[in-house]
């Protein structure tokens, strides 16, 4: 294992570690830059804010390898208390919600997971607005997109999340882009063995680059979540190629990244959805975020540097 990988783990278990992270001022200006907040009320007053500026919103209650059923349900109420908010003060309909299924119950029980996955559905259902299922570790691909299938039975505009990374992902985007399908293409984040995942970067670029063409060229809604200046500037060439025009397809970033870039986007006549994750475990989410992939240590220090 990479040292400093060992070392974030080692930090984001450590309870005084913690304690002294989430007290000094600059991990406090570091947390507001990458995370809502700790509570709905939070949640809410960001996407207000983003909606205001011409964005549009996926929000994420933090947590993720639930393997308690309480925590499982405290997640799924956390959601409903979220999607009635967003009724409720008129931002559903550029706000949509993004569930980890290993944060209902999915390495508990599929069964459970799906279930608790069909409550938040009904629920965005009443309030107007979408699910995102997002993607985890490769171990759970298979899972996800069989929950992802049982869900669209009913709910067709469940979003699915594909990673460049993975080997086996074209083959998902050209199953998956089908008309009305909503498939997020991402790069990948989490730490995956070479037989599964291509091992160097400008291989998970070069498939991010075959999988936009093959959701581009499908009949789904396609949704590219990449700050990479270089793949949006491809992703804008592909998407004249293929006629798209701006809203058949979407561009993504996370909250606190590049916020220029996302709103220079946006006032271009772009559909640009920000990934706000929010939640009382933003400290596990930062750690995790970088322990994934060490790179991204320096990509969150970078992005600090820098508002555009």
Not at 2 to 10: D, E, T, V
Not at 163 to 192: F, I, M, N, P, W
Not at 202 to 207: G, I, L, M, Q, W
Not at 219 to 235: E, K
Request: hydrophobic content about 40%.
């Amino acid at each position: 294992m990479n040292p400093l990988r060992s070392l974030i783990l080692a930090a984001a278990r450590n309870g005084s570690i913690r304690r002294v992270v989430a007290t000094a001022p600059v991990s406090r200006d570091v947390v507001r830059r990458f995370v809502a907040g700790e509570t709905t009320s939070d949640a809410v007053a960001v996407t207000r804010r983003l909606v205001e500026d011409g964005l549009t919103v996926t929000l994420d209650y933090l947590g993720e390898d639930t393997t308690d059923s309480a925590q499982a349900e405290h997640t799924v109420q956390s959601y409903l208390e979220l999607l009635d908010r967003l009724h409720a003060e008129g931002l559903a309909d550029r706000a949509e919600v993004s569930v980890k299924l290993s944060a209902v119950g999915q390495m508990l029980d599929e069964d459970l997971a799906l279930e608790n996955a069909r409550r938040i559905c009904r629920a965005a259902e009443a309030a107007g607005t979408t699910v995102t299922l997002d993607m985890e570790d490769h171990t759970t691909t298979d899972s996800t997109l069989r929950i992802l299938g049982e869900l669209r039975k009913t709910w067709p505009w469940v979003g699915a999340v594909i990673q460049s990374y993975l080997h086996r992902t074209l083959d998902d985007a050209e199953r998956l882009a089908a008309e009305g399908s909503r498939v997020r293409l991402c790069k990948g984040a989490y730490k995956e063995p070479e037989s599964v995942a291509y091992p160097e970067m400008t291989e998970v670029d070069k498939s991010y680059v075959r999988c936009a063409n093959a959701l581009l060229a499908g009949d789904g809604y396609p949704m590219f979540a990449t700050h990479d200046p270089r793949l949006v500037r491809i992703i804008a060439e592909r998407a004249e190629a293929h006629g798209r025009k701006p809203g058949s397809f979407e561009h993504q970033m996370l909250y606190g990244i590049r916020p220029e870039e996302q709103l220079r986007l946006a006032q271009q006549g772009h559909t640009v959805r920000v990934y706000v994750p929010y939640g009382e475990e933003w400290y596990g989410y930062l750690m995790r975020r970088m322990a994934e992939r060490p790179a991204n240590t320096t990509f969150f220090l970078r992005a600090l540097l820098t508002r555009s």
